[in-house]
Structures are given as structure tokens and as C-alpha cells.
């Protein structure tokens, strides 16, 4: 049995095995047929090779030759005639063509059409970077400053949700792609601390799981290093009291401390982190001629660092975040000083005609240099004590009283005595058991007056009177307390708080008795105070006016304070003097040979 499917004016004979004629014709209309059974042929076999001659020979004439595959496939298809078949059942007058054989076999059920592969769509994540968009997020804020945080997805747009639980810091425009964090004044616990939580909605999907950055409110710390030779003077309230009892707490700017550091040595300052790993801070020196921080960063969140003195001057070592033109999170003044010395020699000085001159201390020269070199080192200065090895015999008590007695602005017979015998190259100091100011009356003082005359020692001397209790004393042994109102310095009137309550007479060398711890000048002179430390302080005090030409002060806890206060701190920020509180005084940069 023949089948010949007509294909416009071209037949594509397939035979199954021989050849009859048929007299009558089958229509298929179904094109989809058509398609299918010419990919029938194709697969089974059939080359592409075979239908260009069928074509070349049957075709309409044209070149096949510069046709691809593909384009000879779909001439074939592209033939067949308003989509029609036909079947040949009797025999015509026909052309013979070269014919493809195919085997007669059973339908095979049609292959579904191939899907074209889908790629499933990228997932979108979500990021935080800093404002910039690139950039890791910044690890610390500084304390009242601000960060910006922004959230970057993979890919896309959507919305923004920031939060944080933390207490520490806050966030404005916290629904916007970039959030700001504002810190507060307080430093956090550790680095990181504070949390801030994004969690990002793609357009048209579900939120994102939320995504966190870490971040701390940084602080840094500069404090007093025990290992360090010289001064540290620490901003805050100093209690201080003048010359007329009044008491302050003042607060003396700068807000913030200094350190001494001597020239072309190296110091050293404690620095403590808070809210900042150590990779985050920098250190930088404003006066790089003056001094450098020996490392740029520190190693550890408490940390020892070492400054290089240079040249004498005066700048701030900072500590940045981030770099060092970063926020600035603290800074110190740095002091670099050129070393001062300073000699003194100690005369242990009695008299053996009057028992109660006797000294109540045995020490030398040696003894005082260590403790009073406390006070000196921290103005980057040292002392040095030499003598006091034995007690020297003088008689110079003629009034016996006990007590070596002074005149404001003028050397007693007594002093004259001591002077005398007591000769050195360097600075004296006069240790003796008793001292005091006598400011003699010019006039008899009755006891029914509220004020006494005493001789005009000048503006000076004479302000050295406060308003607090005093003795007064004469010769034929009278004594009574009264109480200083006020003072005329021009004149020498005294104006008490009560009457006197006894008599008194110029002639019996009657005074008003300003008790002394100790007076400078050359020599200076110290009275049994206490302990060798406490002698020590004295003489160091005095020898602070003698030597090194500083002011008494307000400071209570300041071996320069005038009053009978053993301080112990010498400073760099401008202080308040004891007999002038309007004055004031750096003491560091004072120091005689600065």
C-alpha cells in the first residue's frame, strides 16, 4: 500500500513497501498532522541531506543550497498547501520522485512541548554600612555627637524600620534609608554595647529577618600615672581658704588636666577606654615641637601611655575617634619644662641660757631633701638640703619668751645674733623652737577701747592682718585675744569685733603677735611645727618663696598654701593667691629660673 501526501504542487512520496494506483483521494486537513508526521520522518533517520535533493528537484526552482537546516524545514512545513493533506486512493499520471522509505510501525504517543527553563529570582538581602553606603559602619560615637547608619538592600527598594533598646543613645529619622544616632553624655560599658536593629520590607514581599550593628558610646579618660616623676594638676573642685577665713570650692579653668613633663624625658599618663575598642582611638599632640605621644594608638582599654618631652613649651595631647581628624573625645595639656635646682643648707639653731628655746626634732639636711623633693618635682624642679648635722649654741633669746622674735620689715637684735654665727654660700634655714611677728602699738590701748594703733609697717606688712583672733602680748606680761574688724593700711588703726579687756603700754613693748610657721628670705627661719615630715613641708614651703619666688595661695591641699596647712600639690592652672584672692598664679611657669 502507497501513501502520497500532497504538498502544494509537490509530492513527497513515503513508501511502505510497493506501489498501486489509487483512484480516489483522502483530504487531512489537520496541519498539526502534517507537522508531526514530518518530524516523524526526521526523527527517524531521515538527513537533512536528503530532503535538499528531494527539494532541489521537486521545488519550484530555486537554490537550496545557501539554505541552513532549520530554513529547509520550514520550506517543507511552510508547503503544504491552505494547511491541506491529501491521500491518493487510484492511480494518476505522475511525475516519479525520489521517495524516503519509512517501516510501517504503531503510533507513538506525542511528546508534550518543551517549557523553557525558569531561573528563580535572587533573594534580596539587607546590610548596614555607613552614610556613604560602602563604608563599615563607624564602631563608636562620641559622647553628645552623632553617626549615620544606612541600610543598603542587595537589590531593589522597600521600607525601613530602626530601632534600639538602648538608653544610651537614640535615633532620629528612624523609618528613612539613613538613621541617625545620637549619643548622650554618659560612656557605654564596653565597646559595641548598643545595639541598633534594622529590619527592611522589600517592595511587594515580606519583611527581612532583622539585621543589628553594634556600636558604643565612646569615652576616653586621661588620670594621674603613679609611675610619673613630675606634676599632674587635675581639673576639679579645690577647696580653698584666704587670708580672712573666707572658705571657697572654686572650679579653676581650663576643664581639664595638665601634665608636667621634664625636657627630653618621657612621661606618663593612664588612659581608659570606655565604648571603644583600642584600634578605634588615636592619640595627637598640638605642639609637636614640645612633645609626642610615643605610639599613635593604644593596645589596651587601660593603658599606660608614654609622652616625649622635647623643647620647653606648652600644647594638648588629644584622643580622636576614628582617625586623628576625627571627633575629639578628650585631651590633657601637656607642660614640658626645662629641670631647675635649687640648694639650701640647715642650721639646727638653740639657746642653752634659755631652756624653753630647746628643739623638740633631730635632723639633718639629708633628711628634708627626699621629703621636700615631693613638692619640687612636680614643678619639674629639685632641692637639695645639705647640713643640720649638729644643734648650734647661740644666745639670741634676750627677751625670754622662748621664742625668736621678728619684726615686719625689720631684723631684730635677736635675728642679728643668729645670722651672725649661721654664714653659708648657699640658702640658710634657721630652725628654731618658737616664731612670731610682733606688730608693736604706737600707742597705750585701753581696755575699754574696740580698736588699737599699731606702727605703720606699710601697705604690705600691714595686709598681712586678717580678720581672725589674735594675741596681744607685752613685755611685763600682760596677754588678752581680740578679734581683727578690719584694718586701715594706711594708717595702722585696728578696728576690733570687742573691747580689749586690758591695758596696754607702748613702753612695755606691747604687741600684736602674728603667729609664724616659718618666713623666708635669707636666712629663713622655721619653728617646731611637728614632725620632721611636717618640718619638711615648711622649710620646703619657705624655701618655694626664697628659692623658687612663689606666692602663698588658697589652696588648702597646696604646700604653698599660707595658711598652717602641710598641702602637698603644686599646679600649673592659675590659682587664687592667700593674701591677694584677685590675683592669681601659675606656678609651674612662675618658678624662679623659668
Known amino acids: 500500500m502507497r501513501r502520497t501526501f500532497r504538498l502544494g504542487s509537490t509530492s513527497l512520496v513515503l513508501l511502505t513497501g510497493w506501489e498501486p494506483a489509487l483512484d480516489s483521494h483522502e483530504e487531512v486537513r489537520d496541519p ?3 507537522r508531526d508526521l514530518l518530524g516523524r520522518a526526521i526523527r527517524d533517520r531521515l538527513h537533512l541531506g536528503t530532503l535538499r535533493d528531494i527539494l532541489a528537484k521537486a521545488g519550484p526552482g530555486f537554490d537550496v543550497s545557501r539554505l541552513t537546516d532549520q530554513q529547509v524545514l520550514q520550506l517543507l512545513m511552510g508547503q503544504v498547501a491552505d494547511g491541506k493533506l491529501r491521500l491518493a486512493s487510484r492511480p494518476e499520471p505522475r511525475v516519479r520522485l525520489p521517495v524516503i522509505v519509512i517501516p510501517e510501525e504503531p503510533a507513538q504517543p506525542k511528546d508534550p512541548p518543551a517549557k523553557a527553563e525558569e531561573k528563580p529570582e535572587p533573594a534580596v538581602t539587607i546590610s548596614i554600612k555607613a552614610e556613604d553606603g560602602t563604608a563599615a559602619p563607624p564602631k563608636a560615637v562620641a559622647p553628645n555627637q552623632s553617626v549615620k547608619l544606612k541600610g543598603v538592600p542587595s537589590t531593589g527598594s522597600g521600607t525601613y524600620q530602626w530601632k534600639t533598646s538602648s538608653k544610651l543613645i537614640t535615633l532620629k529619622n528612624d523609618t528613612a534609608q539613613v538613621v541617625t544616632v545620637e549619643a548622650g553624655a554618659k560612656a557605654s560599658g564596653g565597646a559595641a554595647s548598643e545595639l541598633v536593629e534594622l529590619t527592611f520590607t522589600p517592595s511587594g514581599k515580606s519583611a527581612l529577618s532583622p539585621v543589628s550593628h553594634g556600636l558604643g558610646v565612646a569615652q ?20 580653698s581658704l584666704d587670708s580672712d577665713n573666707n572658705e571657697t570650692k572654686p572650679k579653676p579653668e581650663p576643664k581639664m588636666d595638665f601634665v608636667a613633663v621634664q625636657r627630653n624625658k618621657v612621661g606618663k599618663v593612664k588612659v581608659t577606654l570606655g565604648g571603644a575598642a583600642p584600634a578605634d582611638i588615636f592619640f595627637k599632640s598640638t605642639k609637636t615641637a614640645a612633645f609626642l605621644p610615643k605610639v599613635e594608638q593604644p593596645t589596651s582599654a587601660s593603658y599606660v601611655l608614654e609622652i616625649d618631652g622635647k623643647d620647653p613649651g606648652e600644647g594638648e595631647l588629644e584622643a580622636h575617634l576614628g582617625s586623628t581628624g576625627g571627633p575629639l573625645l578628650a585631651k590633657i595639656g601637656v607642660v614640658v619644662l626645662k629641670e631647675l635646682s635649687y640648694k639650701a643648707e640647715l642650721f639646727r639653731v638653740k639657746d642653752s641660757k634659755s631652756a624653753s628655746t630647746a628643739l623638740k626634732q633631730t635632723f639633718t639636711g639629708a633628711d628634708v631633701t627626699p621629703k621636700a623633693n615631693k613638692y619640687y618635682q612636680l614643678g619639674v624642679a629639685e632641692l637639695d638640703v645639705s647640713g643640720g648635722a649638729a644643734e648650734v649654741d647661740i644666745e639670741y633669746d634676750l627677751i625670754k619668751n622662748g621664742a625668736l622674735d621678728l619684726e615686719p620689715g625689720k631684723t631684730t637684735d635677736e635675728q642679728k645674733k643668729i645670722m651672725a654665727k649661721c654664714t653659708s654660700t648657699r640658702s640658710r634655714v634657721v630652725y628654731v623652737h618658737d616664731l612670731h611677728w610682733s606688730y608693736y602699738l604706737a600707742s597705750d590701748a585701753g581696755k575699754d577701747d574696740t580698736h588699737l594703733t599699731i606702727k605703720n609697717y606699710g601697705t604690705a606688712y600691714l595686709g598681712y592682718i586678717g580678720k581672725k583672733a589674735y594675741r596681744i602680748e607685752d613685755g611685763a606680761g600682760h596677754s588678752a585675744t581680740v578679734t581683727v574688724k578690719s584694718v586701715n593700711t594706711s594708717t595702722g588703726r585696728v578696728e576690733l569685733t570687742a573691747k580689749i579687756g586690758t591695758d596696754f603700754k607702748a613702753s612695755d613693748k606691747a604687741a600684736l603677735i602674728w603667729p609664724l610657721g616659718g618666713l623666708s628670705g635669707d636666712p629663713l627661719w622655721v619653728k617646731d611645727v611637728g614632725s620632721v615630715d611636717d618640718l619638711a613641708n615648711y622649710i620646703a614651703h619657705e624655701l618655694g618663696h626664697q628659692l623658687a619666688g612663689l606666692s602663698d595661695v588658697c589652696e588648702v591641699d597646696n604646700f604653698m598654701h599660707g595658711g598652717s596647712n602641710t598641702g602637698s600639690k603644686l599646679r600649673h592652672r592659675k590659682i587664687a593667691q592667700y593674701y591677694k584672692p584677685t590675683a592669681t ?8 629660673g623659668r
Open 585 to 592: 598664679e601659675e606656678q609651674w611657669k612662675k618658678m624662679t
Open 32 to 34: 498539526n498532522k502534517v
Open 220 to 239: 576616653v579618660t586621661f588620670s594621674s600615672e603613679p609611675a610619673h616623676p613630675w606634676g599632674y594638676d587635675a581639673y576639679g573642685e579645690m577647696k
